[in-house]
């Protein structure tokens, strides 16, 4: 008998090269000011500030940045405008702001 994780995959372990490569690339994404994601994630942490849902590398890429004020050029590097959301309470969020925006006429770009 073996174990085996929970998923249908096993992930292999990387060796500290791969972990390298990868630290690597996250500070070499954290230099362009579009990788705000990054940097909120390290902040915040990997889990989402609504329902505290935790993430692992594996389904990270359902953990989202949301800004607070709608703005996403606004990118405090204190990241007091990010908040880390799951997709699931981010469209929640949206879902209200949009018609919020909608009503208050913001819809448009400016
Ligand atoms: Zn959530
Ligand atoms: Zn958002």
Not at 70 to 83: A, L, Q, R
Not at 84 to 94: A, I, M, Q, R, T
Request: proline content about 5%.
């Amino acid at each position: 008998m073996s174990f085996r994780s929970r998923g249908p995959r096993t992930v292999p372990l990387k060796s500290a090269e791969e972990v390298d490569a990868i630290v690597r690339k996250i500070r070499d994404d954290q230099t362009r000011p579009e990788n705000y994601r990054e940097r909120s994630l390290k902040l915040h942490g990997w889990i989402c500030a609504k329902c505290g849902r935790e993430f692992e590398l594996s389904n990270l890429h359902l953990l989202t940045v949301h800004h607070k004020d709608g703005n996403h050029n606004y990118n405090p590097p204190d990241g007091s405008n990010w908040e880390n959301l799951c997709v699931y309470c981010h469209d929640d969020e949206h879902s209200r702001t949009i018609l919020a925006d909608y009503l208050a006429g913001k819809d448009k770009k400016s």
